[in-house]
């Protein structure tokens, strides 16, 4: 079993950041890929980032250039920077334990983290 918290999230202005955390704990994998979600009242959760265990990050398209992935093995912490954020962003935000390419890893999500935007 994997346990995920995440942490961070807020009540921001248009504009602002913030900086996610997500701390794994268990049964953890050094190769597992993890991600970001987020999911914002009556819309489909959507994928926002990835990471794979040697670095190689992913970013949706509406959020290139102002997002930032990261993780630290050592801590088994992935982040999230989030500049400039605006106000279609609010969402909870969700981290995920997860890889494609070997699912007896496992599929483990955190209970999100509420990220308002106000404008």
């Known amino acids: 079993q994997v346990q995920l918290v995440e942490s961070g999230g807020g009540l921001v202005q248009a504009g602002e950041s913030l900086r996610l955390s997500c701390a794994a704990s268990?049964?953890?994998?050094?190769?597992?890929?993890m991600h970001w979600y987020r999911q914002a009242p009556g819309k489909q959760r959507e994928l926002v980032a990835s990471i794979s265990s040697g670095g190689s990050t992913y970013y949706a398209d509406s959020v290139k250039g102002r997002f930032a992935i990261s993780r630290d093995n050592a801590k088994n912490t992935v982040y999230l920077q989030m500049n400039n954020l605006k106000p279609e962003e609010t969402a909870v935000y969700y981290c995920?334990?997860?890889?494609?390419?070997?699912?007896?890893?496992?599929?483990?999500w955190g209970q999100g983290t509420q990220v308002t935007v106000s404008s």
């Open positions: 995920r334990y997860y890889s494609d390419f070997d699912v007896s890893l496992g599929d483990y």
């Open positions: 268990g049964s953890i994998s050094g190769i597992v890929d």
